[in-house]
């Protein structure tokens, strides 16, 4: 799939027909709960093996993809969803996100408590339509600064790290 193809996909609201995805392995209790409540669910696709369609159609295919803390605190699913236009939904407590001292992720992501998890369906579906697509407009602005290149572009992944660590150096100073 070319990637002009995945940007005409990726305006396409219509073809997210899923609610929710989630790929991974089971590795946490987090996970375990995940799937005790949704393994079965016809809305969210909670899926832990060998995709049967591949990772991008299914971000594509589907409105929130689930982030779900495992054992390891980091994860590139975050950025593979927001580079798809997946609304991304954090499923976890006291999780410490990527440029949270410069980007509001309540802006462009749902964030929801692991306690939660059994209510996961009520609140993505209790979203209006016009609360998604805020949400959804909000990650294609903000995924550019997700972004690696050979060469560094404006406000891109390795700008924003810089920014990042220049306001944590300017905070220890004031300190």
């Known amino acids: 799939m070319e990637i002009l193809d995945v940007e005409k996909l990726i305006l396409l609201h219509g073809f997210r027909k899923k609610l929710g995805f989630f790929a991974g392995s089971l590795n946490s209790p987090v996970r375990e709960k995940l799937l ?3 393994g079965n669910d ?3 696709f909670v899926h832990f093996g060998r995709l049967e369609r591949s990772y991008t159609e299914e971000l594509l ?3 929130f993809c689930l982030h779900v803390k ?3 605190v980091n994860t590139a699913r975050i950025v593979d969803a927001l580079f798809y236009g997946c609304v991304p939904v954090i499923i976890a407590n006291h999780y410490d ?3 949270a001292d410069i980007l509001d992720w309540k802006h462009f992501s749902v964030i929801v ?3 939660d998890i059994p209510l996961l369906k009520k609140i993505l579906q209790g979203m209006t339509q016009q609360e998604y697509l805020v949400l959804q407009s909000n990650v294609l602005k903000v995924r550019e600064h997700f972004q ?3 060469s560094p572009i ?3 992944a390795f700008y924003m790290v810089m920014y990042e660590l220049w306001l944590r150096r300017s905070s220890l100073r004031l300190q």
Request: charge should be negative; charged fraction near 25%.
């Open 36 to 38: 005790e409540w949704w």
């Open 42 to 44: 016809s809305d969210i």
């Open 61 to 63: 295919g589907s409105k």
């Open 70 to 72: 495992g054992y390891e």
């Open 97 to 99: 996100l990527p440029f």
């Open 113 to 115: 408590a692991t306690l």
């Open 148 to 150: 690696w290149h050979v």
């Open 154 to 156: 404006d406000f891109d």
